[in-house]
């Protein structure tokens, strides 16, 4: 079974840039489409960015669009999330997850899951 374990998370000032990445163990990497989400203290998870299996096609919410970048390397079985701009309202959890099927913005539609890597912008 595909495991999943986000890293790169951290302290940063405002304005500055996190670059997350999400490491899968497993042989079938390459035809899960993956995703980013986070949850912050007192609002529900949230969609953040979305990737297809070989990393053509890319979406996202529109609260990050512009700031955040989502790209893949199947050979290295990694995701990665480049955050820049940041913003004390970036500040959450941010979760690495994976669904054996097309792209989705839905949460519930994924399969597997990371830990979580902690992200908190400071103003």
């Known amino acids: 079974q595909m495991q999943l374990v986000e890293s790169g998370g951290g302290l940063v000032q405002a304005g500055g840039s996190l670059r997350l990445s999400c490491v899968a163990s497993g042989r079938t990497f390459s035809s899960y489409a993956m995703g980013w989400f986070r949850q912050a203290p007192g609002k529900e998870r949230e969609f953040v960015a979305a990737?297809?299996?070989?990393?053509?096609?890319?979406y996202y919410a529109d609260s990050v669009k512009g700031r955040f970048t989502i790209s893949r390397d199947n050979a290295k079985n990694t995701v990665y999330l480049q955050m820049s701009s940041l913003k004390p309202e970036d500040t959450a959890v941010y979760y690495c997850?994976?669904?054996?099927?097309?792209?989705?913005?839905?949460?519930?539609?994924?399969?597997?899951w990371g830990r979580g890597t902690q992200v908190t912008v400071s103003s």
């Open positions: 990737i297809s299996w070989r990393g053509g096609n890319q």
């Open positions: 997850a994976g669904r054996h099927g097309f792209v989705s913005h839905q949460s519930y539609e994924y399969d597997i």
